[in-house]
């Protein structure tokens, strides 16, 4: 099976930088996804992580620790914009099975 | 460019009633994904396909059954409706590859009443 962990809601200010925590267990795994969802929209894509490391994509960046069964999406610059849900999903190592945990509500304030 | 396509987006439903939520991808995926989201819940994974003819239970299948006679197509079928199936459905697709990207359908609002 898998459990997958994020904290229920976050709050931070315009400009600041914000890291939002993912910590995993499964029986396999075969990289790991993070997705933005705006309140009423569909989820889309943000990064994935297979490999240990830091991975960067403008203002987003993501970890991946497969030891500790952890990762976290940064977030720098922080925008009104990125008031959002923020998704972590497992893939299994077999199968193509993508789970993901309950999402992370991202307020922005001014 | 048409990506994933659901319908409806909007159904009420009574108890004890059937429908059929459509879910259609013109991008030749081979994976395909139905989720149900609860309202400030994340994604629960009903059912998937890894190609035509293939299909496996995801977290909550109960109550729910589904098909794929051909790579575009994934409906998913709503047998004797309960007030516990209201919800969001998305349907999501994604090509070959460990990273591939998941595309979502815009989602189908259903409420059972």
């Known amino acids: 099976g898998q459990n997958i962990d994020q904290p229920t809601e976050m709050t931070a200010t315009e400009g600041a930088i914000v890291q939002i925590n993912c910590t995993y267990q499964t029986s396999g795994f075969n990289g790991l ?65 993508l789970v993901f945990g309950a999402g992370t509500i991202l307020r922005v304030k001014s | 460019n048409a990506g994933v396509t659901q319908t409806p987006k909007f159904r009420i439903l009574k108890i004890g009633q059937s429908m059929t939520l459509q879910c259609a991808q013109d991008m030749n995926h081979n994976y395909m994904y139905w989720y149900r989201q609860d309202p400030g819940m994340g994604l629960k994974l009903i059912y998937y396909s890894v190609g035509a003819g293939i299909t496996d239970k995801g977290e909550v299948p109960n109550g729910y059954n589904v098909s794929r006679s051909t790579t ?42």
């Open chain 1, 33 to 97: 996804f993070w997705y933005q969802q705006h309140a009423g929209e569909a989820p889309t894509f943000l990064s994935y992580n297979v490999l240990d490391g830091l991975e960067e994509k403008g203002r987003f960046s993501s970890f991946l620790s497969r030891s500790k069964g952890y990762s976290y999406l940064l977030l720098k610059e922080l925008q009104m914009k990125d008031s959002a849900s923020y998704l972590c999903a497992v893939q299994r190592e077999y199968g193509n099975k």
């Open chain 2, 72 to 113: 575009e197509d994934f409906p998913l079928r709503l047998e004797l409706a309960a007030p516990s199936q209201t919800s969001v459905y998305f349907c999501a697709s994604r090509g070959q590859g460990a990273g591939g990207e998941l595309f979502f359908g815009e989602g189908s609002r259903l409420t059972v009443l």
